[in-house]
């Protein structure tokens, strides 16, 4: 049986300048400052703006904070001429370990459809970045589809042509439950990462199945935390909102199983 830990992800959107990420990061590092037995078992990584990432990661390698360091979105190209873009090669350069690709808000405000994921995906994967590829239904693909049919059809084509001894991480994002307060039930949670996790085996084979952390977001609290991290399949979580309390996100990362 393959152990994998547990991913605590905390996806600040666009929120907390360089500035303040800066004083964010060090409360919360003190906040968790105890609790070097979570982090043998938790990995913890927050996602602030671009803008920040190069404060961010400055302060990570100078206080040896143990947070992995990622990116809310990055370029399908390499370098040239796309004004305002943001390339894999530039995020790796500054220590980024992963990047958000395919978030609802990037598919509902920028259009990004299956095929510019798929192509995201392996832009990131190509710079040695690992995509936290996310998939979810609205409320009117759950109402004509079931939960699961849409977020399964997503990561089957984000994962198209992806070598198998690729890391990836899935988060199943149910989009009426991000920012909503209306969190998925765990049982609902369970039962997509279950499926989502046959899509991995399908595309990338059993070992990559077995290995690849799949995490539940939307409205994910310190209050029900525990809940979704005792569902087998459900290996984290993608946190937004939460992800900006010191207090809150730091128990979130003490969830007992
Ligand atoms: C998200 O945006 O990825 C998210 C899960 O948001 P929230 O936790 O605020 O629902």
């Known amino acids: 049986l393959t152990k994998r830990t547990p991913l605590i992800a905390g996806n600040w959107k666009m929120n907390l300048d360089h500035l303040q990420a800066v004083a964010f990061v060090q409360k919360l590092h003190w906040a968790l400052k105890d609790a070097k037995h979570e982090f043998d078992t938790v990995d913890v990584s927050v996602f602030p703006p671009f803008t920040d990432l190069r404060s961010v990661q400055t302060l990570i390698d100078a206080d040896k904070i143990p947070f992995g360091l990622g990116a809310q979105?990055?370029?399908?190209?390499?370098?040239?001429?796309?004004?305002?873009?943001?390339?894999?090669?530039?995020?790796?350069?500054?220590?980024?370990?992963?990047?958000?690709?395919?978030?609802?808000?990037?598919?509902?405000?920028?259009?990004?459809g299956d095929d510019v994921v798929a192509a995201k995906t392996k832009a990131a994967l190509k710079h040695g970045l690992v995509?936290?590829?996310?998939?979810?239904e609205t409320a009117e693909d759950l109402e004509t589809h079931g939960a699961s049919a849409v977020p399964v059809g997503q990561l089957e084509t984000a994962l198209d042509g992806v070598a198998s001894s690729a890391e990836i991480v899935v988060a199943y994002e149910p989009v009426w439950a991000i920012g909503s307060g209306q969190a998925a039930t765990p049982e609902q949670a369970q039962e997509v990462c279950a499926k989502l996790r046959?899509?991995?085996?399908?595309?990338?084979?059993?070992?990559?199945?077995?290995?690849?952390?799949?995490?539940?977001?939307?409205?994910?609290?310190?209050?029900?935390?525990?809940?979704?991290?005792?569902?087998?399949?459900?290996?984290?979580?993608?946190?937004?909102?939460?992800?900006?309390?010191?207090?809150?996100?730091a128990a979130i990362v003490r969830f007992q199983k």
């Open 131 to 136: 995509p936290v590829i996310c998939v979810g």
């Open 198 to 249: 046959q899509v991995v085996a399908a595309k990338l084979g059993d070992d990559a199945a077995a290995r690849t952390r799949v995490l539940y977001g939307g409205s994910v609290k310190a209050a029900n935390i525990a809940s979704f991290m005792r569902q087998p399949d459900v290996d984290g979580a993608l946190v937004g909102g939460a992800s900006l309390l010191v207090d809150e996100f």
């Open 73 to 112: 979105d990055l370029s399908v190209h390499d370098s040239g001429a796309y004004t305002g873009e943001v390339s894999g090669a530039f995020l790796k350069r500054l220590d980024v370990a992963s990047v958000i690709i395919g978030h609802s808000e990037r598919r509902e405000y920028h259009s990004e």
